[in-house]
């Protein structure tokens, strides 16, 4: 138990569609990071939010968007969802902006049809 | 771009083998962490290792970063069932727009058969 808890677990959308997924990070912990994880993959970097602020971005589209809220939970909203945007989203935790202790959440897998 | 290469993509074992999975980069990294991962679970952090030919112990596992901190090599001793999963190693950037960020390898599947 990592004490990080994301919402929905499951979630289906049709091509076109939007989605938002949620995170709650760890006690303490003012970093969140946002990874997805293809099947049979390892995970990508989306982005990292630190204290309200992105702090740094992966290879993905601008359809891929977040916020960070003040008690350091956050959101990652996908636009125009394509097939190839099925995955498993992977919210994770730290402090101080470190990944040296990062704690992830179980994960929302999204299915695009 | 940091790229993380891992070997093997997959492992199938008898019980009491021992094993070892490679991690490779032409990259630097200021910190190397192994994750194992369970299905529909997220990935959960093994250890970390930081300095340039550290070794770490973890009862059967041992971890080590190479002394250039551009690869990291994970050992399993006489492995269980209970080893089976997918192992992930993970790099953090060394400074700049990199640091907090991880970059993963493709992962190993490991299958541990009584």
């Known amino acids: 138990e990592t004490g990080v808890t994301q919402s929905p677990t499951h979630l289906i959308k049709t091509r076109g569609q939007q989605v938002t997924l949620r995170c709650s990070s760890q006690s303490g912990h003012n970093t969140v990071s946002w990874y997805q994880q293809a099947l049979g993959q390892g995970p990508q970097f989306i982005f990292q939010?630190?204290?309200?602020?992105?702090?740094g971005r992966g290879n993905f589209p601008p359809r891929f968007s977040g916020l960070q809220f003040p008690n350091y939970s956050s959101e990652l909203n996908v636009n125009a969802l394509e097939l190839d945007d099925s995955a498993l989203y992977l919210c994770?935790?730290?402090?101080?902006?470190?990944?040296?202790?990062?704690?992830f959440g179980s994960g929302t897998q999204l299915s695009v049809l | 771009t940091q790229l993380l290469e891992q070997s093997p993509q997959f492992l199938s074992i008898q019980e009491g083998e021992n094993l070892t999975v490679y991690c490779n980069s032409s990259?630097?990294?200021?910190?190397l962490q192994w994750y194992r991962q369970e299905p529909g679970e997220g990935p959960v952090l093994l250890v970390t290792?930081?300095?340039?030919?550290e070794v770490k112990k973890l009862k059967r596992l041992t971890f080590q970063f190479g002394d250039a901190r551009k690869d990291s090599s994970l050992h399993i001793t006489a492995a269980q069932p209970g080893d089976t999963g997918l192992y992930l190693c993970?790099?953090?950037?060394?400074?700049?727009?990199?640091?907090?960020?991880?970059?993963f390898g493709q992962g190993t599947i490991l299958t541990v058969h009584p």
């Open positions: 993970a790099g953090e950037g060394a400074g700049g727009t990199s640091y907090g960020k991880l970059t």
């Open positions: 290792v930081v300095t340039g030919g």
């Open positions: 994770a935790s730290s402090s101080g902006g470190t990944a040296e202790k990062l704690f």
């Open positions: 990259s630097v990294f200021s910190s």
């Open positions: 939010y630190y204290r309200e602020e992105e702090n």
